[in-house]
Each structure stands twice: as C-alpha cells, then as structure tokens.
C-alpha cells in the first residue's frame, strides 16, 4: 500500500536580516489579493479523496471574507490545472508588483526522483516513470508563481492525504526527502512533514484545513505565527501523529487580518470628553487637534446650548487629566498613557502615565522575548507551572486533557493579565511564570456563582 507524500524542505539561504533600526516592512491591508483555490477529490484511476472538495470550499470561502479575488476549481485533469496556474500566473502579473497571491491545493501529492508532483484527477500513474509526465511539479507552479513579479506569492499545500492508492495502481517507494528551494518573495506550507501522511479527517475537512480555517482569521497573527498555530493545533488533534511545516524566503509581514490600530490621541480624547461629558476635555480636543474630525464633532457639541448646573464648578487642567489618565488605565495601552503625558506635560498624572507607559512597554519586551514552545513541550511547560502553584496535582504527560485544563482554568484567577484557560498558549505560561508560588491555589476561595464552559463534552466552570 502507498502513502503519497509531498515533502517540501527549503534550502536556499535565509532572508538578510534587517539592519539595525530599520522598521519592519508590512504589506498593506490595500495591497490586491488573489486567490486560487484546487481541490482534487474523485480520482479516475488512484481512489476517491472524502474532503478535499470540502477543504477548498471552506478555505475559498475563508480567503473571499480576508478580501480575495478567488478562482475556485474542482477534480482537475492535468491540463485543466496547467492551464488554471498559467492563468493564474497572468493574472497576478497583470495586477501589478503589489499583489499577494496564494494558491491552495487539496488532493493528492507524491515525490518521485526528488521532485515533488500535484496529482491530477486523470493521473493513471503504474510505474515511476509515469509520474512526471502525469502530475504537475512543484518546483514548476512555484517557478510560474515568482515570474509574475509580485511581492509576496503563498502556496498552501494540504496533499499527502493518507488514503492509499488502489493497489496496483502505483508503483511502491515514491515517499522519501526532496528539498525545495525557498524562491525570494515566496511562502510554501505543506500539511506534514517529510515522509508523514496528512490526515483526511473523518468529520468534513482534514485537520490540517480545519486548524488553517481558523488560525487565519485571529486578527493581527502575522502569516508565519498563522501557520506556527496551524501546527500546534493539527499536533495536538492527531497526537503528534501529523506535524506540518513551512519553508519562506520572505522580507514583508503579511496579515491575512490586519491587526486593530489603536485610536489617535484625538480620537481618545474625544472618547474621553464623550463619557465624562467634561467641557474641558471638549475644548482641550479644539484647541490641540484642529481641522481633525474629531475636533469638529466636538466643536458641534460644545456649541449645543446646555443649562449651568448650579453651583457647577469649571473643570481644571488637574480634572481633565484625572479624568483622561482613568481611561489609559481602563485601556491598559502604552498610547493610552502617552496622551496623558503629552497633553499635561508638567502634572502629577503625567509623572504617573510615563511610568505606566513605561512598565507595559517592558512587559511587552520581555513577553516577546525569550524561547517559544509549541505542542507537547509547551503543554509540559504550564503543567509545571500549575504544579508549582499547587493548581494541579496529575501527572504531566504533556497531553492537554481535563486535569490540564482544570488546573489552568483555576490559575487564571490568580493573574490580572488575560490568557485562555482551555488551550495552552505562550501567553498563559508567560502569565503562570509571573505569579509568586505564595499565591498559589491552595489560598483560592470561592466567592461567586461559577461560570462554565463546555468543552470536548465536559464542563469547566468559572
């Protein structure tokens, strides 16, 4: 029996690192967006595939929400998928050096004689010399991809699906390693690792797909840290049966949702004078951003006739920055604190903005900085953690099973930063490591209704 596997390794030299200083380049959320979506499942001659059909639909459908033009396309012969990645390719290029273009594939792939095929629906392949006249090399749909001239091209590639060949109907040995060459401008993922099936799934869609779904629509995940999650989350749903990976030469940072920006300072003070309804803050916001919209909507506010309270006293410099430094601490952002420090230089709220400012940004330094550690290991990790908080008493296996999250869900109330309990994250290690082992578990008392959540058919409660 044959398990077709893609392995796909880069070998090429890295990306040159930034020089010192230089800000980090980031594509933007207006650069065009194309898409085309393969998906290859009733096979003539090697066995049908349950999902991929599924997979290409639901990662259409994903890529049309993230504003992508997409090209959808289903049980491909060979020449239908030459002339759909030729198009492709044109289309790319004649939408100009600015587009980012990903291709995803599902179906089946092999290698044979190091190079790496996508495997048409018509493919009748009986001995090794059949493959390359009748699958589609990578190393070819990568070549096109890049000739197009464009920033940034991402080929996603969930084949190796593990439903073998009809027996007799390929030849044995086609799995092996075969490195690939990162192409400049290029991001390749594929959904296993060298010489390892990908999972079909049994529920509509592969693991790898599922995960993929998901991991790309958190807003403000950069394109590598989508697919760091895709694998910690497809290594845990198949017990670290199926590890994908990634190989790119890339210089940019890609969002496939952009992260939220902040609100400018004009926009926080309008905020800021909206809540309290402080007249102060309304003129501070004209008086230090004119001409903004935000000082024109409190320019008509102001001049809205309004009745003097009696005995109303006007807001001093010393309130509006009482009331603007509140905020920061409601919003708990460096920009937050850096208004107030902006706008009231020479106050005691000032002198207290700075330090908060401060103090986040390095928490935000040390929370970067540091190992990363993903899967089984990193499960470990905060195991270690809630036993040495006394959150947790079982066994670490390293498994993330209702022990785990029982003790993580009780060691989140004993942290005032925000992480999620029910699945194991940097975050939370980070947050577990900060807490002294005084105020472990052993002191937590309950003093509320609990609040539950279902997961995996078990509640855990709040």
């Given amino acids: 029996m044959l398990v077709a596997c893609l392995i796909l390794l880069g070998v090429g030299p890295g990306p040159a690192s930034l020089a010192a200083g230089e800000p980090r380049r980031i594509v933007p ?36 929400q993230f504003g992508f033009e997409v090209t959808q396309a289903a049980d491909r012969d060979l020449k239908e998928m030459t002339g759909d990645i030729d198009d492709f390719a044109r289309k790319i290029k004649a939408r100009g050096p600015a587009t980012v273009a990903v291709l995803y594939y599902a179906g089946h792939g092999l290698e044979s004689n ?44 969930d084949a190796c699906r593990n439903n073998p060949f009809p027996e007799g109907t390929a030849p044995q040995g086609l799995v092996g390693l075969v490195p690939m060459g990162a192409v400049f401008g290029m991001f390749i993922a594929s959904s296993t690792a060298s010489g390892k099936a990908a999972f079909d799934g049994e529920d509509g869609h592969s693991p790898y797909t599922s995960a993929l ?54 926009e926080q003070l309008l905020a800021a004078a909206k809540e309290t309804g402080n007249a102060a803050l309304f003129d501070l916001l004209i008086d230090r951003f004119p001409g903004s919209p935000e000082a024109a909507a409190a320019t008509s506010m102001v001049a809205r006739p309004t009745e003097a309270k009696a005995g109303e006293v006007p807001a001093t410099s010393s309130s509006a920055a009482a009331l603007v430094l509140a905020r920061a601490k409601q919003t708990q952002t460096p920009e937050a604190y850096d208004l107030v420090a902006s706008l009231f230089p020479d106050t005691a709220e000032a002198e207290e903005a700075r330090a908060a400012a401060a103090r986040l940004r390095e928490a935000m330094v040390l929370n970067s900085a540091g190992p990363n550690y993903e899967g089984r290991e990193l499960v470990q990790r905060i195991q270690e953690q809630l036993g040495r908080l006394d959150c947790m ?70």
Avoid: H
């Fill in 213 to 266: 779904a998901e991991a790309m629509a958190t807003p403000g995940d950069k394109l590598e840290d989508v697919f760091k999650s895709v694998r910690r989350q497809v290594r845990l749903a198949t017990s670290e049966a199926q590890i994908p990976w990634e190989s790119t030469s890339l210089e940019l940072d890609f969002y496939f949702v952009p992260p939220a920006q902040p609100p400018s300072p004009a």
């Fill in 114 to 157: 190091s190079i790496n095929y996508l495997v048409p629906v018509d493919a009748d392949i009986k001995r090794r010399s059949d493959v390359a006249g009748r699958s589609l090399s990578v190393n070819l749909i990568a070549e096109k991809l890049s000739a197009a001239g464009n920033q940034l091209n991402i080929l996603i590639l």
């Fill in 393 to 462: 008493a079982a066994e670490r296996s390293g498994q993330f099973e209702a022990a785990t999250i029982e003790g993580l869900r009780r060691a989140s109330l004993l942290s005032d930063e925000r992480f999620l309990w029910y699945r194991p994250t940097m975050a939370a290690l980070r947050a577990l490591k900060k807490i002294d082992t005084k105020e472990g578990c052993g002191r937590q008392k309950v003093v509320a209704a609990p609040r539950c959540l279902r997961i995996n058919s078990e509640e855990f409660c709040q």
């Fill in 29 to 64: 959320a207006s650069a065009p967006r194309l898409a085309l979506v393969i998906g290859n499942a009733n096979y003539v001659k090697l066995g049908k595939l349950s999902n991929p059909g599924n997979d290409a639909r639901l990662i259409a459908e994903r890529l049309k």
